[in-house]
């Protein structure tokens, strides 16, 4: 994992302005202090220097995913510093990281005899928010900063486009940051570099087609799969050595499609590894790549509604600054980059009532905006109740790799209902429909099972334990003489050889003991399938598919490419592919005309 310092000083002018006007703080113990929280993906560690008035430096180490981490903290570090405040709840989006940081450095301020209470009293007069807006018409206005809006920001400027790119959320990268997954091309020069010239287009199409995915455009995504990684590589630069089909026969590539990849992906895949996983590696590109384009980017702004002409034509985008003021952009056309609609309960619960109980791994504010902006001007959904489940989500985090899970894969914990017992055979997906039906499902472990996954749970708080059945119990809200029978006996079908409830293999028998362990989980509402029906040129079409002039949109936000099942490898593809054609469309288009 990558190690990031940010570093930042109080600038000596802010210093002289604090004398006047700004609020007076005092701290006991001048001098440099450190201390160090978990964010999501590692530690997080800050070191302030504070004099007798003034925290006067900020210096941040991390581990977090590199886009991710650096632009929240970066935002963080500027804010305290300006604003003298521990009151930051400015920076939307990001939330581990930038919780982490907060603990980190109240831990600091702490040390140096500050008082955070009434740090944290201090409102924040100039937020990084974005509340200037100094460019609101350009020749495409983008909305959604993931990999999608990214790429097609970049595509596009490059093409000589004007482009003004809206995020909702404080930091870029979307959810498409959560994605573990390289891309799925065909026929591209990278491929063939690697010796994967099986990666034809023809074999792509055929594994991609199997779900019921709209013909015209699974032919754009594989017709632009290749052109669109060659792109990324020659023009961002990206090394996409750390390919996956290692396993493939050149000779009989077909053979590797079996049970365990059904659907070929391995077959495809190209992956960038430079900075974590792919889509960390493009993201991070991209978010330089973009200012030196000339991009515009406005993070922290929302938008709340397309504006029309008097013939229906997208003209136009109102957005919701960061004070709550509104702005509007113009531009000839509006590309809807929004991602999907997992943090958005009702609207989960609308199109599958059966997943009322679900939760979600999404991590960006990904509320199905897109979905309803593009409705409001009569734009054409398909697919939406296709939505990936993610079986195994713990409460209050994002994600965690069935790897993850205690004992890995084929779990030896025991998942338990509200009542303490158990309710499935426990299982990666085995257990989805069981969970499903639990309005609150948690999983119990024995100390031997406690990995580094669940360690970073655990320093986060999301991971309970207890000596005793009935301290976890308490822990965890649930009735401990019901946990300890529950416990009591699991262990004792272990000693019997034979699960007497369901279903679990032998090798998963594993007693429950030691120090206990447990945390609350869900099944995960992890990537949209449906969304708004586009055309190959990406273009939105209406509800009798015909073109909505000026309105675009690309990645998550659309339905129609995958059918019932995304395919390992076409979900990120979808963003950075997708996000590719449409940004060289537009332009062209906006060109033609
Ligand atoms: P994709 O993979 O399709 O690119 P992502 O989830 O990676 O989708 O990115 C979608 C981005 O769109 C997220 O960063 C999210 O915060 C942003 N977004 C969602 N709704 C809005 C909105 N109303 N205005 C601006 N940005 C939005």
Redesign the pocket.
Known sequence: MNKKVISMVLAGSMLLSMSSGMAENSFANPGTYSATAMGRNGEVTVTATFSDSAITGIEVTHEETPTLGDTAIEQLTAVVLKNQTLDVDAIS?ATLSSGAFMEALEDCVEQAGGDVGALKAVPVENAAAQTEYDVTEADIII???????LTAAKTAADAGASVIL????GV??????CSQMGINAAASKVQETLGMEYATEDLLKEAQMQWGGRENLVNAYVENSGKAVDWFAENLGIDFSGKTGDQVDPADPLASVGEDHPSGSELFMVRADADGYTSNTLVKALNTAIVGAGVKLYVN????ELITDENGAVIGVK?KAADGSEVTFSGKAVLL????FGQNHEMVVAYRPDLKNAITD?M????G??VMMAEAVGAKTVDMAEMQLFPHVPVGDTWLSPMGMPGGFMTTGLFLNQDAQRYTTEGFDSSIEGTLAQEHAFVIFGESDLNDDLKRLEARGLVKSGDTAEELAAQLGLDGAALAETIEKWNADCDAGADSQFERLPFTLKKVEGKLYGYAFGVGAHYMMGGVLINEKTQVLDQEENVIPGLYA????TGGFHGSKRVDGSGTG??FVF?YLAGNEIAAEIAGN
Do not use: F, H, R, Y
């Not at 980059?337 to 999907?340: D, E, F, L």
């Open positions: 989006g909305v959604g900063a993931g990999g999608a809006g809206i995020e909702k959320s870029v990268g979307g959810n498409s940051l702004t929302e938008a709340t957005a980059a929004t991602g999907g999404e960006a504010p990904t509320t905006d897109g690309a990645g998550e936000v979808d963003a996000g």
